[in-house]
């Protein structure tokens, strides 16, 4: 089956792409708050590609669930692009999967401590042969900015999958 543009969402291309492969996901997220994962489950079939969702909104979760280090957090802070790259280390580090997707950012209304602007998100894409962070400022209220980042990272999976 060719996957035309349109024809399916992010999640169903997305789950199709990974089937194709006999592969699997893990995602950790942060200021997604689990959407993601949510997002790739909705899909019929999903139990043969997802593998795990973790929801690691604490720097304390992120270092103890996903390997993140603590200097990472205290040099980077957590809404950085070595954060989301580490996030997505620790899930390809287990050996479980193929493919890794993490987030991390301020989905406002505030910001934090880092003065970072709302908006400021990054997402991390692993393989077992590489990890990769990309950069958004995001615009919008809160919802707005979760939405897309949810968005950006299925769409960034499967570019990975693609080798776009």
Same mark, same amino acid.
């Not at 103890?64 to 280090?69: D, G, Y």
């Not at 957090?73 to 993490?102: C, F, Q």
């Given at each position: 089956?060719?996957?035309?543009?349109?024809?399916?969402?992010?999640?169903?291309?997305?789950?199709?792409?990974?089937?194709?492969?006999?592969?699997?996901?893990?995602?950790?997220?942060?200021?997604?708050?689990?959407?993601?994962?949510?997002?790739?489950?909705?899909?019929?079939?999903?139990?043969?590609?997802?593998?795990?969702?973790?929801? %690691? =909104?604490?720097?304390?979760?992120?270092?103890? $669930?996903?390997? @993140?280090? /603590?200097?990472?957090? !205290?040099?980077?802070?957590?809404?950085?692009?070595?954060?989301?790259?580490?996030?997505?280390?620790?899930?390809?580090?287990?050996?479980?999967?193929?493919?890794?997707?993490?987030?991390?950012?301020?989905?406002?209304?505030?910001?934090?401590?880092?003065?970072?602007?709302?908006?400021?998100?990054?997402?991390?894409?692993?393989?077992?042969?590489?990890?990769? %962070? =990309?950069?958004?400022?995001?615009?919008?209220? $809160?919802?707005? @900015?979760? /939405?897309?980042?949810? !968005?950006?990272?299925?769409?960034?999976?499967?570019?990975?999958?693609?080798?776009?």
């Amino acid at each position: 089956m060719i996957i035309e543009k349109g024809e399916l969402s992010p999640e169903e291309t997305l789950v199709e792409l990974l089937k194709r492969e006999n592969a699997k996901i893990s995602v950790a997220e942060s200021f997604t708050g689990g959407n993601v994962s949510a997002r790739i489950v909705s899909v019929s079939g999903a139990s043969k590609v997802f593998y795990e969702g973790i929801v %690691a =909104y604490d720097s304390d979760a992120k270092e103890k $669930r996903l390997n @993140v280090s /603590r200097s990472a957090i !205290e040099n980077d802070k957590p809404v950085s692009a070595r954060v989301a790259e580490e996030m997505a280390k620790g899930l390809i580090g287990t050996g479980m999967v193929d493919y890794a997707v993490s987030t991390t950012g301020i989905a406002g209304p505030n910001s934090d401590d880092s003065d970072f602007p709302v908006g400021l998100c990054y997402i991390g894409v692993a393989t077992k042969n590489s990890v990769k %962070a =990309y950069k958004y400022n995001f615009s919008g209220n $809160r919802e707005e @900015v979760i /939405r897309k980042g949810t !968005e950006e990272a299925l769409l960034l999976a499967i570019k990975t999958i693609k080798k776009l």
